[in-house]
T-cell receptor, first 112, second 117 residues
Framework: KQEVTQIPAALSVPEGENLVLNCSFT??????LQWFRQDPGKGLTSLLL?????REQTSGRLNASLDKSSGRSTLYIAASQPGDSATYLC???????????FGPGTRLSVLP | EPEVTQTPSHQVTQMGQEVILRCVPI?????FYWYRQILGQKVEFLVS????????KSEIFDDQFSVERPDGSNFTLKIRSTKLEDSAMYFC???????????????FGAGSRLTVL
């Protein structure tokens, strides 16, 4: 059974710092991997999706990498801003992409 | 920008009552999902739905749960005889892309918070 973990559980950084969020999964036979952002009391917003054949994806200040063989993905956020404060969730596409297995999230606070 | 709409935003019910959570997916999307998040816990997959039938369901999605697409726009989750442990945020999601293609970026709704007393 696929298990997804994320470290750190919480992170607080000053504005402008570059930071890395980590995601690990136990079964490397994944279909894809998606990073989401969740704001308090809100839904989930998809940030980046990496297909299993890809190594990384970029969108603006965000870069996500995938290393299937080691069961790891990282989300790199450049030049962090207070508006980036949220919980970041990693989700692994399982069972031919029929469902996603989520990690517990990293709660990020970017201080002005 | 198109969005997934969920109603109600919050529902309080008594244990044993039936609840229907409603979702309006993005109009050209064909694949629909329900996830739930118990307070302080991970987001968990419940069920996926395509072509008017369930594609996949988790062990959470037992006989107490059912899904339906009663018309061309709504997608509903029914919970029969609610239990205290059903209290959670329920998220609907949809995608236009065939999951087997691997590029199924999901669009989530804002969620329906269910409180069972």
């Amino acid at each position: 059974k696929q298990e997804v973990t994320q470290i750190p559980a919480a992170l607080s950084v000053p504005e402008g710092e570059n930071l890395v969020l980590n995601c690990s999964f136990t079964d490397s036979a994944i279909y894809n991997l998606q990073w989401f952002r969740q704001d308090p009391g809100k839904g989930l917003t998809s940030l980046l999706l990496i297909q299993s054949s890809q190594r990384e994806q970029t969108s603006g200040r965000l870069n996500a990498s995938l290393d299937k063989s080691s069961g790891r993905s990282t989300l790199y956020i450049a030049a962090s801003q207070p508006g980036d404060s949220a919980t970041y969730l990693c989700a692994v596409g399982d069972n031919y992409g029929q469902n996603f297995v989520f990690g517990p999230g990293t709660r990020l606070s970017v201080l002005p | 920008e198109p969005e997934v709409t969920q109603t109600p935003s919050h529902q309080v019910t008594q244990m044993g009552q039936e609840v229907i959570l409603r979702c309006v997916p993005i109009s050209n999307h064909l694949y629909f999902y329900w996830y739930r998040q118990i307070l302080g816990q991970k987001v968990e997959f419940l069920v996926s739905f395509y072509n008017n039938e369930i594609s996949e369901k988790s062990e959470i999605f037992d006989d107490q749960f059912s899904v339906e697409r009663p018309d061309g726009s709504n997608f509903t989750l029914k919970i029969r005889s609610t239990k205290l442990e059903d209290s959670a945020m329920y998220f609907c999601a949809s995608t236009s892309v065939n999951p087997f293609g691997g590029a199924n970026v999901l669009t989530f709704g804002a969620g329906s918070r269910l409180t069972v007393l």
